[in-house]
């Protein structure tokens, strides 16, 4: 029983492509986030969604846009990918204090 | 704004050695703190975290926190390590926002625990 998944778990595309991660959360939770994990492994919050609105929009480009269908699903879409943008995204979701993540899509720009 | 400092970016240690994380945080207002760990190539789980009353947490896998108002500090320890406890450890924390669900994860940078046999 997966509580928080993304799909998908490695993504490799070319400069300037668009491309979307998607994210579930199973728990009943109302509150999920982004977050972008660099090389060098930190860790930094991007958008957080409580019910389906929009809370917390980090200094995030605006090729960035979240979208949230319903509370159980947050995705990220990207425009016009840039070399920069290599990294691992996580998906989270809480209820309470404690967030729990998702495995983590590894996004690689070529 | 809050901020977390992780004062070893390594930290190499045998088996069954005991071993201290240290972390160091930044605030205005009162804090919730947390440690993370993530192993390679997986997400991140909760290890401990720090709500409020006693100041002495203890978590999974045999780890414990305490945390210093005064000294602003929130270190992990471990009285005796595992092989499996190689991963990195994250310390991370969120605003006291009065119950608040939404608040955000601010995280230090990290510190790879190494067990060596």
């Known amino acids: 029983d997966t509580a928080v998944s993304q799909t998908p778990k490695y993504l490799v595309t070319q400069m300037g492509n668009d491309k979307s991660i998607k994210c579930e959360q199973n728990l009943g939770h109302d509150t999920m986030y982004w977050y972008k994990q660099d090389s060098k492994k930190f860790l930094k919050i991007m958008f957080s969604y409580n019910n389906k609105e929009l809370i917390i929009n980090e200094t995030v480009p605006n090729r960035f846009s979240p979208k949230s269908p319903d509370k159980a699903h947050l995705n990220l879409h990207i425009n016009s990918l840039e070399l920069g943008d290599s990294a691992v995204y996580f998906c989270a979701s809480s209820s309470d204090y404690e967030q729990y993540f998702g495995p983590g899509t590894r996004l690689t720009v070529t | 704004a809050q901020s977390v400092t992780q004062l070893d970016s390594q930290v190499p240690v045998f088996e069954e050695a005991p071993v201290e994380l240290r972390c160091n945080y930044s605030s205005s207002v009162s804090v919730y703190l947390f440690w993370y760990v993530q192993y390679p190539n997986q997400g991140l789980q909760l290890l401990l975290k720090y709500l409020s009353g006693s100041t002495l947490v203890k978590g999974i896998n045999g780890f414990e926190a305490e945390f210093n108002k005064s000294q602003t500090s929130f270190h992990l320890r471990k009285p005796s390590v595992h092989i499996s406890d190689t991963a990195e450890y994250f310390c991370?924390?969120?605003?006291?926002?009065?119950?608040?669900?939404?608040?955000?994860?601010?995280f230090g940078q990290g510190t790879i625990l190494t067990v060596h046999p």
């Open positions: 991370a924390v969120s605003l006291n926002a009065g119950g608040t669900s939404y608040g955000k994860l601010t």
